[in-house]
């Protein structure tokens, strides 16, 4: 579309210094013919203006065109960021689906509707503690969010792939996140209690 619209473009603005030159060399010779009387004249200021109006009006066209080209561009693009997006969500799932097994139909959680929570499950699956309690400080629900990530880590320190020091960190980080989920359900019912 692009293209076509440069190729349009380019055709219409060889027409308009055509058109320009014309106009010029009608002009003069208008005005070098002593017999023009007023009222040509006229006439041929009235052409000249037409001729102007459809060559702005050209020009605005060309430019609404080219206008358009560069919309759809920017949606197509757009597209293809989404289509990335898309992309990254569907390997997302699925290293879940591999993660929980058997229990994935369990698992409820759609990737994109959170992007904290995404973030720290992320940092979960990559073994970043600081990062991971970082983002989850920032989750909507704080409990499930460490049980969760507990859960995780146990089932990928289980996985035959971990190392012997992995599966050590892990268990470590999944005693971490059991730990924060303990402590924010009693802060939880100290402040109940106290209301």
């Not at 430019?63 to 997302?92: D, F």
């Not at 699925?94 to 509707?113: L, M």
């Not at 970043?128 to 990928?156: G, H, N």
């Amino acid at each position: 579309l692009k293209k076509l619209a440069i190729k349009a473009s380019q055709k219409l603005m060889d027409r308009w210094g055509k058109i320009q030159t014309e106009e010029k060399q009608w002009m003069s010779d208008m005005e070098k013919t002593a017999k023009v009387n007023k009222a040509e004249l006229l006439l041929a200021k009235a052409a000249l203006l037409l001729a102007k109006a459809e060559r702005k009006a050209k020009r605005t066209i060309m430019a609404a065109e080219n206008h358009m080209a560069e919309s759809v561009i920017q949606r197509c693009q757009k597209i293809r960021s989404n289509l990335k997006v898309n992309k990254w969500l569907i390997i997302l799932q699925t290293v879940y689906s591999n993660v929980f097994g058997q229990e994935s139909k369990r698992f409820r959680y759609s990737v994109g509707n959170d992007i904290d929570l995404d973030l720290f499950l992320w940092n979960i699956f990559c073994n970043q503690r600081e990062m991971a309690v970082i983002f989850w400080k920032r989750c909507p629900t704080p409990v499930i969010s460490a049980l969760t990530a507990a859960y995780m880590l146990r089932k990928m320190a289980s996985m035959k792939t971990a190392d012997p020091m992995t599966e050590k960190m892990m268990i470590e980080n999944a005693n971490y996140f059991e730990d924060l989920a303990v402590a924010v359900q009693v802060q939880a019912m100290k402040e109940n209690q106290e209301l």
